[in-house]
């Protein structure tokens, strides 16, 4: 999925890591600053440089893998449907799955003159059904819900992001069913020739589809009328329609909000998907109070290292200033060392962060109560806020240590041995 | 000077190293505390009193599909079974809430008496509830959080159900493992509904654990080859299933863990080395002046495992005193409920931080076992 957006971010990343290095650097030398004495010191005390490198790398790469997940939960709603279709659901209603629309309404609402038809005259419409059926997961941890939604021709239709894989769509009548790829690596019989049980039924899995990594990644489909007679249900869940244009989209909107008989919702499919993100906002909420907890731990760790090797450098540090640097020179010295280290850990961290990236599991969605299945998405974004987190570690755990070796008195530094 | 005020005085010679090392293993700890508890919390659900008496049954293809009404004749020919009640989850949004953290579930009074709750209230009384349809029983943590009192309306607005909810408060219930819930009669939601012949899921209870599997199997014959085919299973088989759907989640706490643990045993490890590299020389005097090696070593091992154990101490009760204190539940909106510190847990991050306290001073200690006293005492720092 490496769009071009994406590899312009790359760039952007990377240039904005060599370009305030170079700037650190540039600066560093044109005010005379013993730069070069304080890099060498990371090299020299190897022992202890690689100890907070991988201490601040851990929690770099926890802080990121976390995000990732949170945005790999997020990818899924904000990639789906498409911006001139509009979905329509019960007033009230918090998902696809828990809404309901009557026939009845599905018959007033699809001869809206607002609604486009196709070439055969049919109004771009789709009425669907949302169900959730228990399946085997295949690596034997049990059971867990899986989507299954009932479609029409014309849903399918509406829907550009979905194309077929493998195999072909189901036939109405036959009890046949089209499966997410993604979702049948982590089911049991839901590849292609397979039989998914639900209660007496059985449905068989004629073809497989991908949907661009949207919610669409986690569902069964089949016929809307069939599933409505095999499950018992006598509404529909939600209605896809297609309006004409741009304007008869506001208008249609409007129509169906403010018809009281209807105590209908309409909205522009993406803004409705983009809002059913409720299952990665605890996941945010842990990614932050872990990232704070363990940066705090990071802290102290760095500026114990930082503080020892101040400590076993008095000597250096009195002949610097005997040289002529200044307290604040020797402040920024250290400061840029321990931010050394830490972009080190940073980068790292980073690094085995990224090596994660698309890694595909699944989780409860809180709103459709169903396995969603998701992609760790480690972004150029979220590493650059990795590596700033990793140098704001650096430079908070030196700064304490830092102050304390400007402060030696020049005499006394000179004597100790 | 005794052996352990040397120690002592060795161990806090740099206080600043002492209270760092000290504070970055206490926040570890505390840190693999809460993610142990986080862990449980999603994977081990709280266990009530007479779980192994109560059976859920709910429709085969899954939780979401309804179960019909008329299967209650068929469930009550059943030998083996005390009481039955329809258990249909409501869902609701309290006032104008967007997100309300406890369930609200229809249920027949006459089936629920002798199920849950009856000789657990504590105001109001349970045959108030019984007698008047519009009332509901709720949990005294549900009244505390909005300052209820029995007689009080409460509103729910249904979002899986085309409906809302007006009841009153007519009895509150507390001590359960859960005192959250809400209890409305199922006729109500049927007169709202309009009838519709369905229900969610049955919650029963058998005479005794001894029939209780005996009355499982039944059912799930009862029903098999029907239109709605029945899943019945016990209370706590029910909850593992249901927080099986986590999915993968426990598995990156995990993870998680394991690199908490991680960071915990480098930064013990530097700290220990640097603190023996500092003085090299004093140990090759002590060295000098007869020290047998296994006493150094002694010296080294009880200062890293002093420090990482009163670290441990500090993360572990810290941790601890956090999550008692503060009410996770409103904290988390209602996705954590009990966040248990369990005493297992807090014991096991104690290990982990004392053994890496052990672990930190092998290495060091062993470099002072090699060093010869010469070479000791010609290091400068």
Redesign the interface.
């Given at each position: 999925m490496e769009t071009q957006g994406e590899w312009k971010a790359w760039l952007m990343l990377v240039t904005a890591v060599l370009v305030s290095c170079g700037v650190v650097w540039g600066l560093a030398r044109a005010v005379g600053l013993p730069i070069q004495y304080n890099l060498r010191n990371v090299v020299v005390r190897w022992r202890s440089s690689i100890a907070t490198v991988l201490g601040i790398g851990a929690v770099v790469a926890v802080f990121v893998v976390l995000r990732a997940v949170a945005r790999g939960i997020e990818a899924n709603s904000g990639n789906t449907g498409d911006p001139v279709n509009v979905l329509i659901v019960r007033k009230g209603s918090q998902a696809e799955s828990g809404s309901l629309v009557s026939r009845d309404q599905f018959q007033t609402l699809r001869f809206f003159e607002e609604i486009q038809r196709n070439e055969q005259g049919e109004p771009m419409a789709s009425a669907e059904v949302m169900l959730v059926v228990n399946a085997p997961r295949r690596d034997g941890t049990g059971e867990a819900n899986t989507l299954l939604r009932g479609v029409t021709p014309r849903g399918v239709d509406l829907r550009s992001q979905v194309r077929l894989t493998g195999g072909r769509w189901f036939e109405p009548g036959k009890r046949e069913v089209v499966t997410a790829q993604r979702l049948a690596q982590r089911f049991d019989g839901f590849e292609i020739g397979g039989t998914i049980k639900a209660g007496p039924t059985q449905l068989r899995v004629v073809g497989q589809m991908e949907a661009g990594g949207s919610a669409f990644d986690s569902e069964v489909w089949m016929d809307a009328d069939e599933a409505r007679a095999i499950f018992d249900r006598d509404q529909y869940s939600s209605i896809l329609v297609r309006p004409r244009d741009e304007e008869s989209m506001a208008v249609l909107i409007g129509r169906v909000d403010a018809d009281p008989r209807l105590s209908l919702r309409a909205e522009r499919e993406t803004e409705y998907y983009a809002k059913q993100t409720m299952t990665a906002k605890p996941i945010k909420v842990v990614a932050g109070l872990l990232g704070v907890a363990m940066s705090v731990g990071a802290v102290f760790a760095a500026m114990n290292t930082m503080y020892a090797s101040v400590a076993s450098r008095t000597r250096e540090v009195g002949t610097l200033r005997v040289l002529g640097y200044s307290r604040t020179a020797v402040v920024i010295c250290f400061l840029i060392e321990g931010a050394c280290l830490s972009t080190l850990g940073g980068i790292l961290g980073c690094a085995v962060a990224r090596s994660t990236d698309g890694f595909s599991t699944g989780t409860l969605d809180f709103q459709s109560f169903a396995e969603s299945v998701f992609q760790f998405r480690v972004t150029p974004d979220l590493m650059g806020m990795g590596l700033l987190f990793a140098v704001g570690i650096g430079v908070i755990g030196s700064l304490l240590p830092a102050i304390r070796a400007a402060r030696i008195p020049v005499i006394a530094a000179l004597k100790s041995i | 000077m005794t052996v352990t005020s040397f120690i002592l005085k060795n161990a806090l010679r740099n206080g600043?190293?002492a209270f760092?090392?000290v504070?970055?293993v206490a926040?570890?700890s505390?840190?693999l505390v809460?993610?142990m508890t986080?862990e449980r919390e999603l994977t081990v659900p709280p266990e009530a009193a007479g779980a192994s008496l109560r059976i859920i049954a709910r429709?085969?293809?899954?939780?979401?599909?309804p179960l019909p009404a008329k299967q209650l004749g068929t469930i009550q020919a059943i030998p083996g079974i005390v009481t039955v009640t329809p258990f249909t989850y409501f869902?609701g949004l309290y006032g104008d809430e967007e997100?309300t953290s406890y369930p609200q579930f229809a249920v027949d009074p006459v089936g629920f008496e002798g199920m849950l709750v009856e000789s657990k209230v504590s105001e109001g009384s349970f045959a108030d509830w019984m007698k008047d349809r519009n009332t509901c029983l709720v949990g005294r943590d549900t009244m505390d959080r909005y300052g209820l009192k029995v007689g009080d309306p409460m509103k729910f607005?249904?979002?899986?159900y085309?409906c809302d909810l007006d009841l009153r408060v007519a009895a509150v219930f507390e001590g359960t493992v859960d005192d959250r819930g809400v209890f409305f009669h199922h006729k109500l939601l049927d007169e709202l509904l309009g009838d519709p012949g369905t229900v969610g899921t049955w919650y029963l209870r058998a005479e005794s654990a001894e029939v209780a599997d005996d009355v499982i199997q039944r059912l799930n014959a009862a029903f098999a080859?029907?239109?709605?085919?029945v899943?019945a299973e016990s209370e706590r088989a029910f909850q593992m299933?249901f927080v099986?759907?986590?999915?993968?989640?426990s598995q990156?706490i995990g993870s998680?863990n394991l690199?908490?643990v991680?960071?915990l045993a480098?930064?013990t490890?530097?700290?220990m080395?640097?603190a023996v590299r500092?003085r090299f020389r004093e140990l090759a005097v002590l060295k000098a002046l007869g020290f047998h090696r296994g006493e150094l070593f002694g010296f080294i091992l009880a200062e890293g495992f002093g420090l990482s154990c009163l670290g441990g101490l500090l993360g572990v009760v810290g941790a601890w005193a956090f999550w008692t204190g503060i009410d996770v539940g409103k904290l988390?909106?209602g996705?954590l409920v009990i966040f248990e510190v369990t005493l297992r847990n807090m014991a096991l991050a104690g290990l982990v931080a004392s053994v890496l306290g052990v672990v930190a001073a092998i290495g060091p200690a062993w470099t002072v076992n090699r060093m010869s006293v010469v070479e000791g005492l010609k290091t400068?720092?």
């Open positions: - | 600043r190293r760092l090392t504070w970055s926040v570890s505390a840190l809460t993610l986080l429709n085969k293809v899954s939780l979401t599909q869902g997100f607005r249904g979002t899986i085309p080859n029907t239109a709605a085919e899943r299933g099986s759907m986590w999915g993968n989640v990156l998680v690199v908490v991680f960071t480098l930064v490890v530097s700290t080395s640097m500092e988390s909106g996705v400068l720092d």
